[in-house]
């Protein structure tokens, strides 16, 4: 057989360090270890039954075929409606798009948009997916360092002394994966009253978190507070974390005609169109009830709040609390340096998370993962009793350090 060697893009990429990290946890488990898992990245919730249901009758009727790129009528009318209820924008269809998840929708605009060279600004902490899908797509990511001063956001001037004449795209995430960071409207503002001086520059606003949202009302977007750059503006979301559908690989984006109709284009070649059943199953979620999703907010929010006090009640770790999603990003500053009881100098978050691995036997993923160090992330879309028990083990393995 040949030797086997991929394209460049696939040597420039890295597999996702959360892929990486559940995987090592599914081989410590299966030598018989008991590992208390805060490394998931998804809602512990079963979808809802009505959800279910709805795929299960678009089964029995026949809804089984291609559908066309964009979407099902229904599930169409369930997104625009879903879009206007949280942004106050009324988005026309040919201003929609659709894919196998959030994650497929992003990687096509970026394959859309992006020719060899062209710069991506991605605040980091950032999700670990966005830089590799840059570089799968012949961009250049820019990384910029937002730091724990400024809660993790970008700033103004930050994001001016980021941009270049080959800046194509602005990544934002809010609530962030993995801070928990929400941008206010002021903050949103200032960014656009920046951005107005880059007509080139897109932003891609990510705000699939956007239902885990533990402030007042809902989270605000750019598209509603900057009209002016509605143009440009390509938001994305999904079903997978409100509705715990991740399995179903259903996102949505909304933005300007011309570049849906180029994703819509690539998508035409890449998959047609997502399930057909995934399709009906998320438009009941996006046009049914919604108790599920304000229920699993207070749940998450007493996680959220356990998890923060165990953590700063250790000795060398800090974290604030997650004003969105379902992560805290832990300072683990205080225990760099340190040495472990048999020796080992812990010289990097990673050592670190690896020490709670081996001697908590907690699973985290460390900061440097997200682009920004020395820090861990921790999920808590786990049980309550998981979180107790991980808090008083980080404690107990931190106090054995020295
Ligand atoms: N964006 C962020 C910030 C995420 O954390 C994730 C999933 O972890 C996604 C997008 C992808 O979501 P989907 O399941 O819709 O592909």
Redesign the pocket.
């Known amino acids: 057989m040949p030797d086997f060697s991929p394209a460049a893009r696939v040597s420039r990429i890295k597999s996702s360090p ?1 892929v990486a990290a559940a995987a090592r946890v599914r081989e410590l488990k299966a030598e018989g270890r008991r590992i208390l898992d805060l490394t998931v ?2 809602p512990d919730f079963d979808t809802p039954p009505h959800i279910k249901a709805a795929a299960v009758a678009a089964i029995d009727a026949g809804e089984t075929k291609y559908t066309s790129v964009s979407g099902t009528p229904v599930l169409q009318k369930a997104i625009l409606g879903r879009l206007e209820y949280h942004t106050g924008v009324r988005f026309e269809p040919d201003q929609i798009t659709i894919g ?7 990687f096509l605009a970026l394959m859309a948009t992006l020719d060899a060279g062209d710069e991506v600004i991605i605040p980091a902490p950032y ?1 670990v ?1 966005y830089p590799d899908m840059v570089l799968a797509n012949d961009g250049t990511p820019v990384i910029v360092p937002c730091t724990e001063e400024t809660g993790f956001k970008l700033t103004p001037e930050t994001l001016r002394g980021a941009i270049t004449p080959r800046t194509k795209w602005l990544i934002l ?1 809010s609530p ?2 993995p801070t928990g960071a929400v941008y206010s409207r002021q903050e949103l503002g200032a960014l656009a009253e920046a951005l107005r001086d880059f007509p080139q520059v897109y932003v891609l606003t ?1 705000e ?2 956007d239902e885990i949202y533990f402030g007042q009302g809902r989270i605000a977007s750019l598209v509603e507070v900057a009209p002016e750059l509605r143009e440009r503006i390509f938001l ?1 979301n ?4 409100a509705y715990a559908m ?1 399995g179903w ?3 949505y984006a909304a933005g300007p005609a011309p570049l849906i109709a180029a994703v819509n284009k690539l998508q035409s070649q890449m998959s047609s169109c997502p399930s057909s059943v995934s399709q009906a199953a998320a438009a009941a979620a996006l046009s049914g009830p919604q108790d599920f999703v304000s229920e699993g907010v207070e749940v998450y929010r007493d996680r959220r709040d356990a998890a923060v006090a165990g953590l700063n009640a250790v000795d060398g770790l800090h974290c604030a609390p997650a004003e969105g ?1 379902f992560y805290a990003y832990v300072n683990c500053a205080g225990v760099i340096g340190k040495r472990t009881p048999d020796g080992a100098e812990i010289s990097s978050d990673e050592d670190f998370t690896l020490y709670l691995l081996d001697a908590a036997h907690v699973a985290t993923i460390h900061g440097s993962a997200y682009g920004l160090g020395p820090y861990f992330r921790i999920s808590f879309a786990t049980s309550l009793d998981i979180i107790q028990e991980a808090t008083a083990a980080i404690d107990k393995a931190v106090r054995a350090v020295s």
């Open positions: 959360s990245g998804e196998g998840g959030a994650k497929q929708v992003i999700w997916s995430n962030s994966n990510d699939i978190y994305v999904g079903v997978s974390k991740t690989r259903l996102g999603a």
